[in-house]
């Protein structure tokens, strides 16, 4: 359940930038998740809500940008998408394949008012 | 990728293929900028927070809701990177080598811990943080060794952050040139994304587990260094295949330092505290550099305070 201390982090950020621009709510909140990282979106909603429950965040949305994983094959250099963390190179059969984008966990951007 | 507009910098790189953003300021002007080899995003003189053409309608209309976005674009594991930065630094100012040694629970981390420090206890200082949900007893398993061991408890949390291993550290003030060791939450999932400063994660697998562990929890596996496959004196009667269990460590980290180990018998614990010990020597060269890097600058500053 790391989901709870990411909903954590998240909020710290969205309410450290919510007092910043003096907002009196936040309606919805951007993230970008990588399909490669850890992080389970259904969890992590929830785990979202139940943090954000007393703040300037309470009513706001959850908006998960999936973001698709890519890699790279250390034995022919090809760039290839990846759908997990290991994979089989679809140029040479590799299994040497370098996850290179996916793994992100970020927060893109809130909605306030 | 670019976060803005989710094209592939880095990713793809064409000569002279540029491509082209559109958008819309507030005052109405709509005007579009290619995209340079290292790209930007940038903001035409109005800072986020008076862009009024920011809002879902992009425009500013009186008396309408003056909802507008803000970007953030932060990790969301900035706050805990932060603190694991403030750890490293703190580690490397002082010559010390630290791990982190990770596994799911019962693969022998604590046994394996012990066995360690017991060989090289009279070589380096060492001082351990023991991580567990609950008890005290792993930490004084390690302080029957002789060494100092700090335990924390998480409570109902899965894993060790940047934070609690800060505040160790203030409680343990570990010797310059010492060895750290850190024993996480026995979890094969959470601690993978916690960086708390360490030089190396270390991941353990017992082979009374299954070979195909590095599969199920790939995360690991990928964020570790070091695999220790451990109790290896048992595989006559078992039926894991142990060269099956490096492969698919392999295929998840293709650049993973393999060390097959029992720590109750003690087998080819020789190579892992080789390891140690090499780690331990280039974090020692490292502060050397440092120190010697202020000697000169010292040395450089008093000439030139002689020379006035």
Redesign the interface.
Known sequence: ??EM??AE??L???EE?ARR?NARRV?TVV??IGQL??VEPAALEFCFAAVAAEGVARAARLVIVD?PG?GKC?ACGL?QPMA???GVCTACGS??L????GS?????????? | MCTVCGCGEGETKIEGADHAHQHVHADGTVHSHTHQYKHHHHEHGVGGDLDFGAGPARAHVPGMSQARTVQIEQDILAKNNAYASENRRYFDERGIFALNLVSGPGAGKTTLLVKTIAALKDKVAISVVEGDQQTSSDAERIRATGVAALQINTGKGCHLDGYMVGHALERLRPAEESLFLIENVGNLVCPAAFDLGEHHKVVILSVTEGEDKPLKYPDMFRAADVLLLNKCDLLPYLEFDADLAEANARRVNPDLTIFRVSASSGDGLAAWLSWIEAGLETQRGKRMETVDALKRRVAGLERKLAAN
């Open positions: 359940m790391h201390s990411l982090g998240i710290q950020l969205v930038t621009e309606k993230l970008e990282s850890a973001v890519s250390l760039a997990a963390l290991f299994h040497r370098q996850p290179t984008g992100e966990m970020r927060v893109r951007e809130i909605e306030i008012e």
